[in-house]
């Protein structure tokens, strides 16, 4: 496992991706963090919703758990400037030593253009955003920015991740993604997985719970660009996708289905993968799903 750039953070082989939990209230948030925790997954990682702050979101999961790794998937870096990025991510290593990830993001064109930022050279603008965080002032207890990992989808954001951070989430993608990813970095950056997993009976019912899912990515252009340089037809990627690409993207079926999709993505290269789990009802907390699944982290443990 390429953990060298993690340091002492131990993120385990699977993780959680908090999807729908982000619509919760905080004590829903910390129960289901704590069994998270309790069922032996290694990682919760979590996107910047409208609903929460990532630094504030981290710091709920971090204070109801006690050694569940906490990854934010991603933090937007049009929405705090370079030295509060890095305060931030100062202040919760400090807080709680090895067990924070923070995972930068360039977002996508138009929520970029409805905060007044310019989208044109997202790769440009990461790097510029690295050098200013690493020089920001830090008054505060002596604390290291915690490891750094970019969603790297296309090969010049994957690039600067392997040249500039600990690794690479990329978010949406396939196996074969995967491997490329990895031939990119090399063998020494940590590189987790996104893997949306639809438990059902068959393709009907996991389609009826998976297409709002694809329905919203595929209609974003930094993932459907990211599926044409892989080879998918534009008519593929019509949402909510054909069935090729669904099967391609989402792991669905029974455990023993997603059992396998997982080690096709720890062959691809990944360090970890993400369970990204995508229910039929996004207001009910997705435990049955997290319990049902949980035999795998006895199976993949390091």
Not at 33 to 55: D, K, M, P, S
Not at 57 to 80: E, H
Not at 213 to 241: A, F, I, M, Q, S
């Amino acid at each position: 496992m390429s953990l060298t750039r993690l340091g002492n953070i131990k993120p385990g082989r699977l993780g959680i991706f908090s999807g729908a939990l982000a619509a919760q209230p905080s004590t829903i948030q910390r129960e289901v963090a704590a069994e998270i925790q309790e069922l032996g997954y290694g990682t919760l990682w979590y996107g910047e919703a409208v609903a929460r702050e990532a630094f504030a979101q981290a710091s709920i999961f971090l204070s109801a758990t006690s050694k569940l790794v906490i990854a934010s998937g991603i933090a937007n870096i049009w929405a705090r400037d370079p030295t509060a990025m890095g305060a931030g991510g100062r202040a919760l290593a400090e807080a709680w030593p090895n067990r924070f990830i923070l995972g930068l993001g360039v977002s996508h064109a138009p929520a970029v253009a409805a905060r007044g930022h310019d989208y044109a050279r997202p790769v440009s603008a990461m790097r510029g955003y690295l050098d200013q965080m690493a020089q920001a002032p830090w008054r505060g207890p002596e604390a290291q920015l915690p490891p750094v990992v970019l969603a790297a989808l296309g090969p010049r954001m994957v690039a600067l991740a392997a040249e500039r951070t600990a690794g690479a989430y990329p978010y949406f993608t396939t196996v074969e993604h995967i491997r490329l990813v990895r031939e990119q970095l090399g063998p020494e950056p940590f590189l987790a997985a996104d893997l949306p997993v639809v438990l059902a009976r068959d393709r009907a019912e996991a389609r009826t719970i998976g297409d709002v899912h694809t329905n919203l990515y595929l209609r974003l252009d930094n993932y459907r660009n990211n599926l044409l340089r892989l080879g998918w037809k534009p008519d593929e990627l019509e949402p909510p996708g054909s069935d090729d690409l669904f099967d391609a993207v989402v792991a669905w079926g029974e455990t023993a289905t997603v059992h396998e999709r997982i080690n096709a993505l720890l062959s691809a290269g990944a360090d970890q993968v993400v369970l990204n789990l995508i229910t039929q009802d996004r207001s009910v907390p997705y435990l049955a799903e997290l319990r049902t699944l949980a035999s795998l982290n006895s199976v993949l443990a390091d």
